[in-house]
């Protein structure tokens, strides 16, 4: 079992920054893809980004590709996503989450979610 748990949104100018954490535990052996996704209300939940653990690869969605970036820290089996040039349509719920492989930025790779964390932006 993988326990995520995300911190670090909150609200924000257009135009501002944050960085999200995702603090991964328990038996992570088999999780070499971490993911970032989202939900606004009313609308699907989108991939975000992906990363290869340990190696570094990352995937990025088209909507955040250049702005947001997707990193680790194995030391402290964190995964980060900083978003910068934050708009609007950036407003959602943000969930870490774990799987196998990085295949896709489908949700139904990835096996294990954290409760989320809201980002606002405000214009």
């Known amino acids: 079992q993988v326990q995520l748990v995300e911190s670090g949104g909150g609200s924000v100018q257009a135009g501002g920054s944050l960085r999200l954490s995702c603090a991964a535990s328990?038996?992570?052996?088999?999780?070499?893809?971490m993911g970032w996704f989202r939900q606004a209300p009313g609308k699907e939940r989108e991939g975000v980004a992906t990363?290869?653990?340990?190696?570094?690869?990352?995937r990025y969605s088209d909507s955040v590709k250049g702005r947001f970036t997707i990193s680790q820290d194995n030391a402290k089996n964190t995964v980060y996503l900083q978003m910068n040039s934050l708009n609007a349509e950036d407003n959602a719920m943000y969930y870490c989450?774990?799987?196998?492989?990085?295949?896709?930025?489908?949700?139904?790779?990835?096996?294990?979610w954290g409760r989320g964390t809201q980002v606002t932006v405000s214009s």
């Open positions: 989450a774990a799987g196998s492989a990085c295949k896709t930025l489908l949700g139904t790779d990835f096996r294990f």
């Open positions: 328990g038996y992570t052996y088999d999780s070499n893809c």
């Open positions: 990363i290869v653990t340990g190696v570094g690869r990352t």
